[in-house]
């Protein structure tokens, strides 16, 4: 009878537990499409303030807006974390064109890499060798790369279904071309633009010179996908053709700048802290709506929403918008170092930096059995169709968290948009969805709040019938 | 031992059929994102041929347009298939205002609703009255709606994550708006559009006057959005303002058009017929890329897509592109009545008409048998992502082909922005991406396929195994 009592009770309990947390979904789904903050917040940093380059006075304008509207949230604690990032600018506007014959030439548009140095005064005018990937370098060697042009035109691969992987299979050209082709005395790189689009933005992105010296590094600029297909057909037609362009970029001292904190302190176990992020930082040629004032915005929203739905957490939750994630990764760096130092016990941190398209799920780095857990939640998600949970990426911001204990996850927008926009001038507010956006900042806020309702604990079983 | 090897074969034929449509759906996918012809037509549909209204000129050059690209594809047949429809012109543009005193006055965005009359010339100026559902207008009565215009200003429900449930929700003010303030003696209609988005655009939408008399029809416009928040506004602080609005639309006679129809036949049972379509009418203010531009030029890749991936079809297969979904139905109607007349066998129907978005999956009208078997497939559509198998509803134009035998199904893409662009002048070719529209394509040819391959039978559990 004893068992049968306690059997009883604890289907009743289980079934409680469920009915709460479909009403509290319920809450913050509703919350956030009726009456989310995200939107207009993103409005501001879109178009109120901009591109939020590291080190740039836009940057600093957005750290003191979101701390001042972290500051009207009710929050327990908001903080700045201050962080050197560094500082690279763009100068006046870059300048290309395709020379078939003197006198005789065709403008493409493109931009300078972030990290890119100039071209001497004056541009740099030369013949090009095209390639498929900085590999095709080695084979090539010196003789057919001295003093030419390398361009380097790898299409991303359009039929993978998630447009991350088309963008892993080719980052690393634009990311490691300038270092390769100068090793074989190439005076400059044209990379195509990371686009699975045919259009006319280039779009930039970091690269690196690795530990080549000064003296030896080389320019570096992305070309539109349109003319990087104009660029090779004409080459195919003209070997003996020159390209030109002119850029005006420079690495300055690195600035002070910040990561901005806002915290709810948790109600029984403070000390167990969760993260969830995006960076404030983006590139310039846009305003960074979706890479990353979406994540930003989201992330604040998830500490409204629980507010607003009357959630107190039982574990420390903060929204950390992270500084210099593009070039430098400097604040999530400066973050994972602070809290090291101070011991502090992070369980789990989420980020948000896919952008701000229809949310399908979330990617999980953690234990499998974590996984199975978080699975087992598939069915409250599924009214609003949240289907996709499964073993991938969490985000570049809180990767330097990482360690045994933590479970770090991604936000797994839909994708195919994504690299449309991305770095590009055309990542701008118009081109998010409000409801797209609200749907992402409320599956965050859910996901956070059975991750503090139930924890990462994976060796009970009973995990959900604690409370 | 006999028992042994059949077992064996069993397990052997069924990983063999699994493997097989893992490699075809592979094929499907890889050709539509790399290789696919939808957004090309849609470009042509959208850009060289435009809004599509039944019984317009552009309507007729898109059945030509459209019949000729079947033919390019290798079909067995290709028809037209003839269908009277009506025909309703806009004739000038719309004009209104609000006046809150005489000569001061603001323009407000507004648009005929199709079906409706005009204004008597000169148009029509009056006080308002507002309400949220044409349900409220028999509470007021005659005395206070009398000699006004009725202004219905319902918002669509934002926190239902399917915007379609909030459009139903909504859709009968459009709809029958005039019909009934007609009763009370009001002189116009004016309804807030259909647009979850706070915006400019009005949107048009289908309504009716059901067996109300000529001479006791008034004429019902869509007010933008906007505009609907800032004439609510206004009446609040002013109920003695008055309503400015002329529109010149017209009902013509009924003129000839057509549904445009491609097939391939049945290998094995040419009588078993499977219908993949869209409507090709639409409204005349965008042109139609979502609604439903998308629909027909994903259906005709159905057919292109089956052939380039090698799969040869034992049931007829046939993309039919309807006429007239906007404004009649006519084309659906005549296609069911044709196909009822010749005693032919329809199994299944699938019809996409939601817009060009990235596919999520679909719903379907069918026994929970027939269910069960599609849900079946869903590990071979994990990999697009495609994870909605429910049943729900499927399309206009193939709903008079409901009967005990076939199977209909709805693609379902993601919902979230179709009514932005809905029967509004931004319904326009920029805002489909070509990819989302292509994996619609693709998730469509694999659902033909499969439904091809294994059938609608569902009384023996052993319909894999048939191949």
Chains 1, 2 share one sequence.
Not at 62 to 84: H, I, N, R, S
Not at 305 to 323: D, H, Q, W
Request: proline share 3%.
């Amino acid at each position: 009878m004893k068992q049968l009592i306690l059997l009883l009770s604890i289907v009743i309990t289980c079934q409680l537990s469920a009915q709460t947390d479909t009403e509290n979904l319920k809450k913050i789904y509703d919350n956030s499409l009726t009456n989310g903050m995200s939107y207009q917040w993103l409005d501001h940093l879109s178009n109120q303030i901009g591109g939020r380059l590291s080190g740039s006075l836009n940057a600093e304008i957005a750290v003191q807006y979101t701390k001042e509207q972290f500051e009207t949230l009710g929050l327990d604690k908001v903080w700045l974390q201050p962080v050197m990032v560094p500082r690279w600018i763009r100068g006046a506007p870059e300048f290309a064109y395709i020379e078939t014959s003197p006198g005789k030439t065709t403008s493409v548009n493109i931009c300078a890499l972030g990290g890119s140095i100039a071209t001497p005064t004056g541009g740099v005018k030369a013949n090009l060798i095209e390639v498929e990937t900085y590999k095709d370098l080695e084979a090539l060697g010196e003789t057919k790369i001295k003093g030419k042009i390398v361009f380097i035109n790898r299409p991303m691969q359009a039929n993978l279904i998630n447009t991350f992987e088309a963008y892993g299979g080719c980052s690393s050209e634009r990311y490691n071309g300038a270092k390769e082709a100068a090793k074989y005395g190439a005076l400059a790189v044209i990379v195509r633009s990371l686009n699975l689009r045919l259009d006319d933005y280039p779009h930039t992105g970091s690269m690196s010179y690795g530990d080549l010296p000064n003296s030896q590094r080389i320019p570096s600029a992305a070309i539109s996908t349109n003319d990087a297909e104009l660029l090779s057909g004409m080459i195919a037609l003209n070997k003996d053709l020159k390209f030109y362009f002119s850029q005006n970029c420079k690495q300055l001292a690195d600035v002070q700048s910040y990561n901005v904190i806002g915290e709810i302190t948790g109600s029984e176990f403070p000390n167990e802290v969760i993260v969830v992020g995006g960076h404030l930082d983006s590139w310039d040629l846009g305003d960074g709506s979706h890479d990353d004032g979406a994540g930003v915005v989201q992330s604040m929203d998830v500490l409204r929403l629980l507010k607003e739905s009357g959630i107190r957490p039982k574990r420390t939750i903060r929204a950390v918008l992270f500084m210099n994630e593009e070039n430098g990764l400097r604040g999530g760096k400066k973050y994972a170092e602070v809290a090291k130092k101070k011991g502090e016990n992070h369980i789990f941190a989420l980020e948000s930096d896919s952008g701000g398209f229809t949310p399908r799920g979330f990617s999980f780095q953690s234990s499998e059995a974590m996984l199975a857990k978080v699975q087992s939640w598939r069915s409250l998600f599924k009214p609003y169709l949240i289907h996709y949970f499964e073993a991938g990426y969490s985000g570049a911001d809180i990767g330097p968290l990482k360690n045994d204990n933590i479970v770090l996850a991604g936000l797994r927008p839909d994708s195919q948009r994504y690299f449309d926009h991305h770095h590009a001038a055309n990542d701008t507010f118009e081109h998010v969805n409000k409801r797209e956006l609200e749907l992402g900042a409320a599956s965050m806020t859910a996901l956070i709040y059975l991750i503090d309702k139930y924890g990462t604990d994976t060796i009970t079983n009973d995990t959900e019938l604690k409370d």
